[in-house]
């Protein structure tokens, strides 16, 4: 089965440009969760859906982070205005009811120059 | 609140030493389910195991073991005659009900030969 997949893996980009995050949860998992990594603050959620409805984004750090989740399978995490302290790596997760194991996809590695 | 807390920031062993990476939780709910995953070099954050409130038993996979206490709020978790391949970032996590995974900061391993 495929796991959680995340595109993209790498991405370098300048100050100020807009960053989309591409995620596809595991077919039939009704979580998505979106995770970012740096060194100072560890792995802390953004944002998390049930059911493509967005639930908690109190963890988005600023405006100019953003979320979707248009269908099931899909979800957008975008950053417009990007700056260099979002360099981080993003991961995307999912899972299935309530207490499940939740599963991550590899990341997306963001460097913003 | 929930909180995870791993106290061991980094561990160092030889190889073939066994090593014990410990874990202290917070909740308040009496529903809840413990995990942990390896984080590798390579970066993926792969999941090891998933534990509910109230199952207490111990439980071994291979070199792998997991204590789970709740008279002390722990979930530790040991590795057996540990090998290079072992070194990674080890994080516990807690979640109840359908809420997100919570981490603890992470124990980073090194194996040496």
């Known amino acids: 089965d495929a796991g959680v997949i995340q595109s993209p893996r790498h991405e370098v980009t300048e100050m100020g440009q807009e960053v989309t995050l591409r995620c596809k949860p595991i077919?039939?998992?009704?979580?998505l969760f979106w995770y970012r990594q740096t060194m100072m603050r560890g792995l802390e959620l953004l944002i998390y859906?049930?059911?493509?409805?967005?639930?908690?984004d109190s963890g988005m750090p600023e405006d100019r982070f953003s979320a979707k989740m248009p269908n099931a399978s899909f979800s957008t995490l975008k950053i417009q205005p990007s700056e260099p302290r979002d360099s981080a790596v993003y991961f995307c997760?999912?899972?299935?009811?309530?207490?499940?194991?939740?599963?991550f996809g590899e990341g997306s590695w963001l460097t913003v120059v | 609140a929930q909180k995870v807390t791993q106290a061991q920031t980094e561990i160092s062993v030889v190889e073939k030493e066994d090593v014990t990476l410990d874990c202290v939780y917070e909740?308040?709910?009496?529903?809840?389910?413990l995990f942990w995953y390896k984080q590798p070099p390579s970066g993926e954050l792969v999941f090891l195991i998933r534990?509910?409130?109230?199952?207490?038993q111990n439980e071994i996979s291979g070199r792998y073991s997991w204590n789970f206490q709740k008279s002390t709020s722990s979930f530790n978790f040991t590795i057996t005659a540990s090998q290079v391949v072992d070194s990674a970032v080890y994080f516990c996590a807690l979640v109840s009900g359908n809420t997100p995974l919570v981490f603890g900061k992470g124990t980073r391993l090194s194996v040496i030969a």
């Open positions: 859906f049930n059911n493509n409805v967005p639930i908690d």
């Open positions: 534990r509910n409130s109230f199952d207490e």
């Open positions: 909740t308040r709910d009496t529903t809840y389910y």
């Open positions: 077919s039939g998992h009704n979580s």
């Open positions: 997760a999912s899972r299935q009811g309530s207490g499940n194991t939740i599963y």
